[in-house]
């Protein structure tokens, strides 16, 4: 453990002397500190930031619903609304790159409020839908406002919680993003089969409820940026001054250190005599301040303009790190299997045998969101259960690849449910067997995504946001890909030949989870420096 005291991904997670879990990041005694908030402040904000989470993706999974509709009245073809899909997940994923440098030069605030604006522009276009080109370029909004749900929202989440909760907010996470994905055509099936109403009311009631979000995102949303490095060492920076690193290099404890390996610097304890002193003496923001727009970070020099372009091109560099592409492969293969059991549920189920409405085809994706909450709970609290006995074990020594071995039964349980589900399309079979299929694909979505972006946030705890960022470019030009193709292999193939053949595919994708056990650390170590000069870079030179 002393040879790898500074390796990213290896924390003693329990100290010799206590029993005690270390709690990373390390506290401080700020009222303006995330993790000094109170309990109901924070799971507010927790709250909020879910609640943007599930209904963006809600918007970006319901236009597949109306489809019918709109080739019935407009004439619009399958192959345009296939390629409004694919157009999407490019909005989705290119657009949280884009946005990705805003977070830390100007606040979380102002991205999560341009994404909601983003929606309503989307969700209104596509009420009013009256070309293919309409229906293509509305989606490139609708996937826009999902980008801050991409990797801003886990960026937020781990402001409001240690490190040894990661799992569990991560867990929550991923279920209010299968919430979103799975109830979003529910609600869509209900909306068409209605009489009143018609298939532009699903453009029409999100942007009202995008209306209505932005409204208390703006007013409720605090801001969660805290520089926790400057108030742990007593740093007096001013934001906007472009003053933070020269300020830092005056400590000469920091001279020539690491982000990383200043994370490591003991801090005095305070007795709570000197620690309600310290609150009593400190006022924290008050609520216009916690609610501006923007709160530029103290490294931005003038207005950040060239220092965002300059973060734009640095945070390419996540994709030399072999945990950003093995997380990006996990999330990116299960929106890539969305693709496939959602058209079918929509070209086939509506036949013989089944002749079902709008709204039962929408009831198809309640067993998935079943299955999604249990793989939830499984890859959420229960790893964070499971990581804490295996660093036990390990003489106290957490290592990132230990959440990694709860992958293997979804390696089992997510192919076996793509298999059944095809195969039971194909040949007609009705309850239970379909649906079953359906509740393991679930299981799979909600464990894949949840334990891959842990390991990742585990692995590199200081670069979350351009991690997922790497995650989001990667899954979703992966989702974009098979969107294109899917309809080309259906007809093709059987369904029976189809689903076989991506059970197996899923199968290889969750495997190469063993060899990441292995190596993982090994490629820990070797990209140790390689991620010392990502934060150096990031947090003094940008």
């Known amino acids: 453990m002393e040879a790898d005291e500074h390796l990213p991904g290896t924390e003693r ?3 010799a002397v206590d029993g005690e879990i270390t709690l990373i990041p390390t506290p401080t005694d700020s009222p303006d500190d995330p993790l000094n908030w109170s309990p109901a402040r924070r799971y507010y904000h927790a709250f909020l930031v879910l609640l943007v989470v599930g209904f963006t993706a809600a918007t970006s999974n319901d236009a597949g619903t109306a489809g019918n509709g709109m080739n019935e009245q407009l004439g619009i073809s399958w192959d345009a609304i296939n390629v409004a899909a694919g157009v999407l997940f490019v909005g989705i994923g290119y657009c949280t790159l884009l946005l990705s440098p805003a977070p830390f030069l100007y606040g ?49 989440l781990s402001d409001l919680f240690y490190q040894h909760r990661r799992g569990f907010v991560l867990g929550v996470y991923v ?4 919430v979103g994905t799975f109830l979003g055509p529910l609600v869509a099936g209900f909306i068409l089969d209605s009489p009143l109403l018609g298939w532009r009311w699903v453009g029409w009631l999100g942007a009202i409820i995008s209306g209505g979000l932005l ?16 108030v742990i060492h007593g740093l007096n920076v001013q934001p906007g001054s472009g003053a933070g690193v020269a300020a830092a290099a005056t400590d000469e404890k920091m001279k020539g250190m690491t982000e990383m390996e200043t994370e490591t610097l ?38 950040g303009f060239k220092q965002y372009y300059q973060r734009l091109y640095h945070t390419l560099r996540v994709f030399a790190f072999p945990a950003v592409l093995y997380s990006g492969l996990q999330w990116g293969a299960q929106d890539a299997w969305l693709t496939f059991y959602l058209t079918v549920e929509e070209d086939n189920w509506y036949d013989a045998p089944w002749f ?17 909450a249990i793989g939830c709970v499984y890859g959420g609290w229960f790893s964070d259960v499971f990581v804490q006995w295996m660093a036990q074990r390990n003489g106290g020594v957490f ?22 589900f095809g195969i039971g399309s194909d040949l007609g079979w009705n309850w239970p067997w379909p649906y079953v299929g359906l509740g393991f694909i679930g299981f799979g979505w909600g464990c894949a995504g949840d334990l891959s972006m842990a390991y990742l946030m585990d692995a590199y705890p200081e670069m979350v946001l351009e991690g997922m960022v790497g995650v989001s470019v990667i899954n979703n030009t992966i989702g974009c890909i098979f969107t294109f193709s899917a309809q080309y292999w259906i007809d093709a193939q059987t369904l029976t030949q189809v689903f076989v053949a991506i ?10 989870t063993a060899p990441m056990i292995y190596w993982g650390k090994a490629c820990r170590r070797m990209t140790r420096r390689r991620y010392e000069d990502f934060l150096r870079i990031r947090d003094g030179h940008l």
Do not use: H
């Open 13 to 15: 997670l329990f100290p």
């Open 108 to 156: 979380r605030r102002i991205s999560y409020l341009l994404c909601l604006l983003f929606s309503i522009i989307g969700s209104i276009w596509f009420a009013r839908v009256q070309t293919t080109e309409d229906n293509i370029w509305n989606q490139l909004f609708v996937g826009a406002s999902e980008s801050c749900a991409e990797a801003l929202a886990q960026l937020s």
């Open 175 to 178: 279920l209010a993003t299968s």
């Open 215 to 230: 409204v208390l995102c703006y007013f409720t949303l605090e801001e969660t940026a805290f520089d926790r490095k400057a």
């Open 266 to 303: 003991p801090v005095t304890p305070r007795s709570n005599d000197d620690a309600e002193d310290g609150r009593s003496k400190q006022q924290g923001k008050t609520y216009w301040q916690r609610v501006a727009l923007i709160t530029p970070s103290p490294t931005m020099v003038g207005t």
């Open 356 to 372: 079902y409405t709008d709204a039962a085809v929408g009831i198809m994706n309640v067993p998935t969101l079943i299955g999604a």
């Open 399 to 420: 290592e990132a690849e230990q959440r990694l071995w709860l992958m293997f039964p979804v390696a089992l349980i997510g192919p076996a449910g793509l298999m059944l």
């Open 503 to 512: 059970g197996v595919l899923s199968f290889a994708f969750i495997m190469t």
